[in-house]
């Protein structure tokens, strides 16, 4: 059974800085990191002082053989518009970038592993639960 975790950003930066969610990425047979989530995770790169070392450590990541980078296609751009579409009609805004990675984890059929709450206006998402390590 094929088990897909899309890791948000504050999950990666959970699971680097204290291992949670590492039993999600250790027994997972795919690890997605959309692209959006670089992008996030660049930035706050930028803000800290080991930013070459934290560098080093994602580009390693994204080396091994079951993390694969999703990237926004024009399907991608289709989900966005509907997701968008249904949160503007509850009246639940979440914050672009989350809209985006959302639609990412759908789109490549993952849980997405985070801690933000506001994804729960997504229903139609799945979203991990985090487990340790076996």
């Known amino acids: 059974m094929e088990v897909t975790v899309v890791l948000d950003t504050n999950a990666y930066s959970d699971w680097r800085r ?7 990425v250790a027994t997972a047979t795919r690890v997605v990191i959309p692209s959006v989530v670089l992008g996030e995770l660049e930035f706050g790169f930028l803000q800290g002082a080991r930013r070459a ?3 080093r450590k994602l580009r390693e990541f994204l080396q091994h053989s079951r993390v694969e980078v999703a990237v ?9 518009a509907e997701f968008l579409q249904h949160l503007r009609e509850k009246g639940k805004p979440i914050p672009t970038n989350d809209i985006w990675i ?3 984890a ?3 059929g993952g849980e997405l592993a985070t801690r933000d709450e506001h994804f729960a206006e997504l229903p139609m998402l ?6 340790p390590l076996p």
């Open 18 to 24: 204290s291992g949670k969610w590492a039993g999600n």
């Open 126 to 131: 799945h979203r991990a639960v985090e487990f």
């Open 53 to 55: 070392e934290n560098r």
């Open 72 to 80: 926004v296609d024009h399907r991608t751009a289709e989900i966005y």
């Open 102 to 104: 959302a639609t990412q």
């Open 106 to 108: 759908w789109q490549c």
